[in-house]
């Protein structure tokens, strides 16, 4: 049953820390997504790659956000430095999209609370 | 500004009852309706999706019924169940890139 996966799954830091969020796509899948969800602001997307190439990262705030993608079976979400607004849950997507389907299949999601 | 706007932003619906949810949008080059359902600490998991050149899709009890003229699509959960109680987001996509997801409506299905 392949899922995505996202580590940690819960993290809390004091701000001004690093925080870095992994996320392994479906293997296969060409698309991996970031976004944030908020009670105010819903679901939010920060950013995506298609086949590892970074497409859109306009929804990211680019001083202290960053996404990469440094192979095919791992992306990472990195906040440096972190501050009390950041406090979110931040879920990773991957999908085969352009394909037969635009579906997009979530991770669990990384709670984070900054304090 | 929010591409797809969604309500009820709550819904309390009793056991067996049907569920309707609705969402709309602006932008016509939305090619791309899926919903998804969100159960607590759990990521958004694809339910039901539509393409705008069929005006209805049913998978068992859900249904979207889908309005291009009045840019408007809804999703109908007949028979609705306790287990169905979760957040329901609508989204909408343009060519196959990101998704611009609806607020969400919390659904409640009381026993």
């Given amino acids: ?115 | 500004q929010q591409q797809v706007k969604q309500s009820p932003q709550s819904l309390i619906v009793q056991k067996g009852g049907i569920s309707i949810i609705n969402c709309a949008y602006e932008n016509t080059a939305f090619d791309y309706f899926p919903w998804y359902q969100q159960f607590p600490g759990k990521g958004p998991a694809l339910l039901i999706a539509i393409r705008p050149d069929v005006s209805e899709k049913k998978e068992g009890r859900f249904t979207i019924s889908f309005n291009k003229s009045a840019k408007q699509f809804s999703l109908h959960i007949m028979d609705s169940q306790p287990g169905d109680s979760a957040t329901y987001f609508c989204a909408a996509e343009v060519g196959a890139n990101n998704l611009f997801f609806g607020t969400g409506t919390r659904l409640t299905v009381i026993p």
């Fill in chain 1, 1 to 115: 049953d392949a899922r995505v996966t996202q580590t940690p799954r819960d993290k809390v830091t004091e701000m001004g820390q690093e925080v870095t969020m992994r996320c392994q796509p479906i293997l296969g899948h060409n698309t991996v997504f970031w976004y944030r969800q908020t009670m105010m602001q819903g679901l939010e997307l920060l950013a995506y790659f298609r086949n590892r190439a970074p497409l859109d990262d306009s929804g990211m705030p680019k001083d202290r956000f960053s996404a990469e993608m440094p192979d095919a079976t791992l992306a990472t979400l990195k906040i440096q430095p972190s501050e009390p607004r950041d406090s979110a849950v931040y879920f990773c997507a991957s999908g085969l999209v352009g394909w037969s389907t635009d579906t997009q299949y979530f991770g669990p999601g990384t709670r984070l609370t900054v304090l």
